[in-house]
């Protein structure tokens, strides 16, 4: 079965200071990755994914994710956060494509200090 | 990528009784799926809606306890049954078509006292 850790529970990044979320994954196949971030009272918006080919993913709000398979890692990254990044980070990884629905991380909460 | 709505955004409900929520795309999506999230935690799959079938639970997870339909391309429910406070949690449908980003509907807060 797959499985998604996600080791920080929370973290705290002062605002313009760059941002690493990290995840690992254990699955069987190829891994089809997903990162989603939920704000407060709100859905989950999808920030990027990887299915396959350029391991370096750009995603929405400038954030971009590293697929290393050697470390079963997909760690997300942004260069400088801004006070609006603050929200729950969740990373999934899906079989299929997510075609049998995704297995979610624990998520990362994420604090920005002014 | 979809648009999903999902309806209502929040209720609160007795013990012993169900609550329906639906949810619609704004266009045709092969998969949905619904999911929960307890307070405080991740989320965790309940189930897979299958169009004009039964839909496909995940382990802990009943159809007496969660009926859904999915009667056309854009559009399913999910009742939660004869509800007790554990229930309490925010419900979240999803969709998507083929390889590709599944959207989330804004979530149902269902309170049950």
Known sequence: ?114 | SAVISQKPSRDICQRGTSLTIQCQVDSQVTMMFWYRQQPGQSLTLIATANQGSEATYESGFVIDKFPISRPNLTFSTLTVSNMSPEDSSIYLCSGGTGVGGYTFGSGTRLTVV
Do not use: M
């Open chain 1, 1 to 114: 079965a797959q499985s998604v850790t996600q080791p920080d529970i929370h973290i705290t990044v002062s605002e313009g200071a760059s941002l690493e979320l990290r995840c690992n994954y254990s699955y069987g196949a190829t891994p089809y990755l997903f990162w989603y971030v939920q704000s407060p009272g709100q859905g989950l918006q999808l920030l990027l994914k990887y299915f396959s080919g350029d391991t370096l993913v750009q995603g929405i709000k400038g954030f971009e994710a590293e697929f290393k398979r050697s470390q079963s890692s997909f760690n997300l990254r942004k260069p400088s956060v801004h006070w609006s990044d603050a929200a729950e980070y969740f990373c999934a990884v899906g079989a299929g494509g997510g075609a049998d629905g995704l297995t979610f991380g624990k998520g990362t909460h994420l604090i920005i200090q002014p």
